[in-house]
């Protein structure tokens, strides 16, 4: 069965999990979704991610953070750029999650990275999704 957005398919997983407290949640894999996955993990909204091979495409499976009272570190995710409206930005208009609580994830030039790091590179580029 095709997907029209995978991404979008990856976030509301995300979200399913840490609602239901679970200890993991496998995503079907994909390079963008990786990098995705390693963004967050640096920021801090994920405690893992691993790579498992299968005979397709191979599997991604994410560990949510959890804080001391099992409250989830990741409170909501939403898309920002959907397949029917791209959303670009440029650098002086790139969006503030939360006045800096959270991050916008920015499809680059120069790769998938952050709006902070974008602010310091001085680019701008497609605003995928904000995670706070």
């Not at 993991?24 to 991610?49: E, F, T, W």
């Amino acid at each position: 069965m095709s997907m029209t957005d995978p991404i979008a398919d990856y976030l509301a997983r995300l979200r399913n999990a840490t609602g239901a407290r679970h200890k993991y949640v496998d995503i079907p894999a994909s390079r963008v979704k990786a990098q995705m996955s390693k963004i967050l993990l640096d920021a801090g909204y994920l405690s893992g991610v691993k790579y498992i091979e299968d005979d397709r495409q191979g599997v991604l499976r994410v560990y949510p953070k959890y804080t001391r009272e099992n409250t989830a570190v990741i409170s909501g995710a939403r898309r920002i750029s959907k397949a029917s409206r791209r959303v670009y930005s440029p650098r002086k208009r790139l969006p503030r999650v939360l006045g800096g609580f959270g991050i916008a994830i920015v499809s680059t030039s120069q790769g998938i990275i952050t709006d902070v790091e974008c602010r310091k590179r001085g680019i701008g580029g497609e605003v995928m999704c904000e995670i706070w």
